[in-house]
């Protein structure tokens, strides 16, 4: 009797904790995650690696290779952006700047705002627009979202896979891992970024691990979290400090950390008057406790471009040096809807779309560029100064086509804008290479409201400062023109 008694009373303690077990493992994520699965069964993430010899050598154990050694170089600029552009093609990485949200005055100039205000990057938790981004589908993920040139988010996975040597060969023992949320802000007047991260609340998962280490051993073991750099001190450095926590601690404590990435001026090209340098960093893992030997786990690598350009300003201000989310195909986008730009925004579909039936006309099929299609292999168009040569070029032959003088006389516009009712206007834009004067493009021109087309030339500023688009540069930008 007493043995019976024994076994069911063995039986119900062995339920009871196989209910908690699974009521701990199974628990659901709170609505901060609920955008997105926070951990699926798959479980991806950036993971890293624990070893237990037991006694045994870990010679030719086949531990994962250490992180490699920092780059003490600058990145070459072109395969940078070629990196960027590779991983924002394989993720769909669109930056989104909708013009019609973006507040003007009757004469087209720009009215301060939440839209048109610069984000600082000085608080110590994420501003609006970084939530905002964690609302946003493709927040989960290796790569993350990057909302905009200057926004990324991404909520993911982190932790770690415990073995242990058995008879000579790694057995796993258990796994250990959370959802993070993570955003990043660039500065728009220092070459820096902030990166924002914390735990999701109770989203802390412990599997494969026997009964008696899922509560004696797994809670207590530590993850380490920190931002990193590819490159030496002397190109970019992250500000010191892993955040470090026991996985039980990590499951209950959720304050935002951050850190700050910093880019080296004095490692650019010294002939280059832009200070323009390429960096990727990477979140680096790393965990500690028990007789495990550790191995860091390191994510993808996410790109950055930092600047010392000395031509961005906003009602006054300066903005002499910012740093910006590379892995992205940048756009500007014109809402016909918009009323502000309405005939503007017809215009450039037109001219996109159909420009064979755009002015001046052509004995060939014309080819205008800068359409963005999502496809960053697609034609686009670059920026130059305003007050420069090619835009001065760009505006003398607009002229001739509106106006129908040489070399357009046959085939510019059959009517002339009326004066003061009416403005020229031109796409490509002629702040870009690609405009009136380009050799290898055709372009358009069409006699518009005036005070749309400056409407649209002020949104096109504002787009310019946003996305931080610098003169030259190679820095290709599209135009999206929205229903």
Known sequence: MRIAQARTHRRSLLTFLAVLIASSSLAGIPATAAAEPAAPATEPGHLGH?????????????????????????????????????????????????????????????????????????????????????????????????????????????????????????????????????????????????????????????????LIERYTVAPY???????????TDQYCFASDGATAHSFQTWDSNNPWVDWTISSNAKGADPADPDKVLYHDWHWHGEGSGGDFVYTPALSQDYGLRCDSADYFSLFGFRYPAACIFNDVVPHLQYDVGDSRVTTVAQHIRDAQDRPDTTYPTEDHAKLIPGKFTGNREAPG????????????????????????????????????????????????????????????????????????????????NWYYFRDRVLYYQNDEFYTEIRP
């Open 50 to 210: 624990a070893y237990q010899p037991s006694g045994g050598s870990l010679t030719g154990f086949g531990l994962p290779p250490k992180p490699p050694a920092k780059l003490d170089a600058r990145l070459d600029p072109a395969q940078a952006r070629k990196r960027s552009r590779d991983r924002a093609l394989a993720t769909k990485q669109f930056s989104y700047r909708d013009t019609s949200a973006v507040p003007l005055d009757q004469s087209g100039a720009l009215v301060p705002s939440s839209q048109t205000d610069a984000v600082p990057i000085t608080a110590a938790t994420p501003p609006q627009v970084g939530r905002e981004c964690l609302q946003q589908p493709g927040v989960f993920g290796e790569a993350g979202r990057v909302h905009n040139r200057f926004v990324w988010c991404q909520r993911y996975i982190t932790g770690n896979i415990y073995e242990r040597l058995v008879e000579g060969r790694p057995v796993e023992v258990g796994r250990s891992y959370f959802t993070f949320e993570a955003v990043g802000i660039g500065s728009p007047n220092s070459r820096d970024i902030k990166v924002y991260f914390r735990n999701v609340p109770g989203s802390v998962r412990y599997t494969g691990w026997s």
């Open 221 to 231: 073991l530590n993850w380490a979290v920190l931002p990193d750099c590819t490159q």
């Open 381 to 460: 168009l670059h920026r130059v100064p305003g007050d420069g040569s090619i835009k001065a070029d760009n505006t003398r032959l607009k002229d001739a086509a509106c106006l129908r003088t040489p070399p357009y006389e046959n085939t510019g516009l059959p009517v002339p804008p009326v004066s003061g009712v009416e403005d020229c206007d031109e796409y490509p834009f002629a702040t870009t290479e690609e405009g009136a004067a380009n050799y290898f493009y055709d372009f358009s021109v069409r006699a518009l409201p005036r005070a749309q087309n400056r409407s649209a030339g002020g949104l096109l």
